[in-house]
């Protein structure tokens, strides 16, 4: 059995910072990918940005310059840096990791407000 644990997310003002972290639990290949998403009121939940265990990495244009996903392989863990945070990156943030089968975290509140 495979569980996330995120943390990270908050209020923050326009222009802000945030770092979300999302460790790993269970039997996990070693080749995986690691992502989050994200879910605002009405909206389809989609994708901000995934990594793979080698590093590679992808991300939704409208994050690209702002956001940074990365990993520790080690601790089975993903982090997404956000930066020059916009209210409309207001959603509920899900950690996913794609190994043995495809798992989410329970969600973490983002929201950006002044």
């Known amino acids: 059995q495979v569980q996330l644990v995120e943390s990270g997310g908050g209020l923050v003002q326009p222009g802000g910072s945030l770092r979300l972290s999302c460790a790993a639990s269970g039997s996990i290949f070693r080749f995986n990918v690691m992502g989050w998403h994200r879910q605002a009121p009405g909206k389809q939940r989609e994708l901000v940005a995934f990594i793979t265990s080698s590093g590679s990495t992808n991300y939704a244009d409208s994050v690209k310059g702002r956001f940074t996903i990365s990993r520790d392989n080690a601790k089975n863990t993903v982090y997404l840096q956000m930066n020059s945070l916009k209210p409309e990156d207001t959603s509920v943030y899900y950690c996913?990791?794609?190994?043995?089968?495809?798992?989410w975290g329970q969600g973490t509140q983002v929201t950006v407000s002044s």
């Open positions: 996913n990791l794609i190994t043995n089968g495809n798992y």
